[in-house]
């Protein structure tokens, strides 16, 4: 099973980046893929997640609005297009694809950075 990010880096406040998670090793659609962040000196939160197989999704409070996760299902892959970025978005971010109880899966991160 692997998750690569990538898509991170340096942007200024109100930029964009557009993040990407591709996924193979397992079936696609069984799986919940989401994103987390993880700030320095901070605990690992949520940002956004999608039910592969019905497209359902979830956003944490402090990104609705501004960014939007989707797939392509045909190439196993989860983005996360993340526009008008605060300082306070950056950090690590990670994919995970979660199934039941004991499926979970990790990416090894992508950095993103904003500055003032």
């Known amino acids: 099973v692997q998750l690569v990010e990538s898509g991170g880096g340096l942007v200024q406040a109100g930029g964009s980046l557009r993040l990407s998670c591709v996924t193979s090793g397992f079936t696609f659609d069984d799986y919940a893929i989401g994103w987390f962040r993880q700030a320095p000196g901070k605990e690992r939160e949520g940002v956004s997640c999608i039910s592969t197989n019905d497209g359902r999704r979830y956003y944490t409070d402090s990104v609705k609005g501004r960014f939007t996760i989707s797939t392509d299902n045909a190439k196993n892959t989860v983005y996360l297009q993340m526009n008008s970025l605060k300082p306070e978005d950056t950090a690590v971010y990670s994919c995970?694809?979660?199934?039941?109880?004991?499926?979970?899966?990790w990416g090894q991160g992508t950095q993103v950075t904003v500055s003032s």
């Open positions: 995970n694809a979660k199934r039941g109880a004991w499926d979970d899966y």
